[in-house]
Each structure stands twice: as C-alpha cells, then as structure tokens.
T-cell receptor, first 112, second 113 residues
Framework: QKEVEQNSGPLSVPEGAIASLNCTYS??????FFWYRQYSGKSPELIMS????GDKEDGRFTAQLNKASQYVSLLIRDSQPSDSATYLC????????????FGKGTRLSVIA | DGGITQSPKYLFRKEGQNVTLSCEQN?????MYWYRQDPGQGLRLIYY???????QKGDIAEGYSVSREKKESFPLTVTSAQKNPTAFYLC????????????FGPGTRLTVT
C-alpha cells in the first residue's frame, strides 16, 4: 500500500510569516509530486508540481523535494489570511499504472 | 473556456434510491476519476478510467457504478447498496494517463435521508 503522510494540523501561523507544510511518502521510486489547495467547501486546486530534487519557486510558494529522504514540502512566504485552507500532497506511485496517491491534508490557519 | 463541470451542485435523495452524478470535461483529457470526501477527511478514490469503455475500481467502489461511453463524460451512479452515501463527490481528469496532475471539478454535495 503506497502511503502519503501529512500532519493534519491545524498549523497556525501569523500573517506575514512563512508557513511550512511537510509530506512524506513511502514509495521510493515516485517521480511526480503535487501540492493542492482546498478551501473549505470547495474542490482541490493544483498550485505546485515538482519532479526533481531541490527547490521550485512560484510567486510566494516554494516546493522542496528530497527523494533520498522521501519528503516533499511546501513553503508559503508572507502568509496571508487568504492562504488559510487545507493543503493536500499528492504523489505518483512508481508502478506507473495507478493513480496519484493523496495525503489527507494539512489545515493551515493564517492569523491576522 | 475549458474545464470540468459537475452537476448538480447539491443533490438530495431519499434512502433506497439510486442517483447519478454528472461529470463532463472539455479539456480533451484521457483519464477521469471519481473521489469521495467526508467532512474533515481526505480524498478516497471510487473509480477511474484511462480510456473510453474502460474503467477500474478504486479503494471504495462498493455501492457505486460508472460508465465511460464518451471521452468527455464519466457519470457516477450511487446505488442503494452504498451504506453511507452522504458525502462530497469530486470528479477529476488528467491529460494523458494516471501519472499526471489531476484537475478537479467543483464537486457535488449529496445528502441522502
């Protein structure tokens, strides 16, 4: 059973701070990693994808991947109250013919 | 304007009735998926389809059925055999197979009483 683990939270950070969200995965051969944001009552929205070790930046978001340690993280700089949501990590299993495996998500609360 | 549509947004049914949830995409994506989400919980995969006329069971397929007669459409039927059907149902699609990022529709909130 391929697993993707996330701390359920809530993770509370003050406005303007850096929010750090972490995700670990069990399948060492995984190649594709995605972060989704889900506001309460809404559907998940893709915000970042990362495929290679290292950092990938997009605006205030940075995804970090470390395949050796089997973790992927999402940093949100200058956090805003509008960033308050649940963040889902998704991983493509190495088998190649199975769908993405989603973590249960981390709830982020940015306090004004 | 490309995207995934799900209808209706809210659906109410009496226990014992089958109900079909619609999912349509005009993104020309090959793969489509159905998930269920319960309050405060993660996504659970019900069924997925990589090509027309083919689909596979996910983790919680019991009590559900699907069809994929057209590339654009992947309807989900919640049957009376599903013991706890009240949930938020999400449809998603991906461009070219299972390893690619998925894009989600707005969801259908089903309430069965």
């Amino acid at each position: 059973q391929k697993e993707v683990e996330q701390n359920s939270g809530p993770l509370s950070v003050p406005e303007g701070a850096i929010a750090s969200l972490n995700c670990t995965y069990s399948d060492r051969g995984s190649q594709s990693f995605f972060w989704y944001r889900q506001y309460s009552g809404k559907s998940p929205e893709l915000i970042m994808s990362i495929y290679s070790n290292g950092d990938k930046e997009d605006g205030r978001f940075t995804a970090q991947l470390n395949k050796a340690s089997q973790y992927v993280s999402l940093l949100i700089r200058d956090s805003q109250p509008s960033d308050s949501a649940t963040y889902l990590c998704a991983v493509n299993p190495n088998s190649g013919n199975t769908p993405l495996v989603f973590g249960k998500g981390t709830r982020l609360s940015v306090i004004a | 304007d490309g995207g995934i549509t799900q209808s209706p947004k809210y659906l109410f049914r009496k226990e014992g009735q089958n109900v079909t949830l619609s999912c349509e995409q005009n993104l020309n994506h090959d793969a489509m998926y159905w998930y269920r989400q319960d309050p405060g919980q993660g996504l659970r995969l019900i069924y997925y389809s990589q090509i027309v006329n083919d689909f596979q069971k996910g983790d919680i397929a019991e009590g559900y059925s699907v069809s994929r007669e057209k590339k654009e459409s992947f309807p989900l039927t919640v049957t009376s055999a599903q013991k706890n059907p009240t949930a938020f149902y999400l449809c998603a699609s991906s461009i070219d197979g299972l390893s690619y990022e998925q894009y989600f529709g707005p969801g259908t909130r089903l309430t069965v009483t």
